[in-house]
């Protein structure tokens, strides 16, 4: 059975850190690309950053670069999501991707960041 599952969400204020994970099972981790995607309320899902199998490519959306740093554990089968200065603006759910080109696709439950004003 496939599980991703987020945890390290919470209410944090403006300018704070949080560290997300998702820890996965039930497929072949280290050949997955792992993302992150954030919704905010009455929004889009939208990509936050990715991480190639083997850390070789990563990439961010604009608005969380220099602020948000992605990185994986193969030997964990786990994927982070470093997130530091956090703005109003990123309150969102914060969603993992597991992504096998286009052969397999999972998703996590979401786990909920709240930044304060």
């Known amino acids: 059975q496939v599980q991703l599952v987020e945890s390290g969400g919470d209410l944090v204020e403006r300018g704070g850190s949080l560290r997300l994970s998702c820890a996965c099972s039930?497929?072949?981790?280290?050949?997955?690309?792992m993302s992150w995607y954030r919704q905010a309320p009455g929004k889009e899902r939208e990509f936050v950053a990715s991480?190639?199998?083997?850390?070789?490519?990563?990439s961010y959306t604009d608005a969380v670069k220099g602020r948000f740093t992605i990185s994986r554990d193969n030997r964990k089968k786990t994927a982070y999501l470093q997130m530091s200065n956090l703005r109003s603006d990123d309150t969102a759910v914060y969603y993992c991707n597991a992504n096998l080109e286009s052969q397999n696709d999972y998703w996590g439950q979401g786990t909920q960041v709240t930044v304060s004003p």
């Open positions: 039930g497929f072949s981790f280290s050949f997955y690309k």
């Open positions: 991480v190639s199998a083997s850390s070789t490519y990563i």
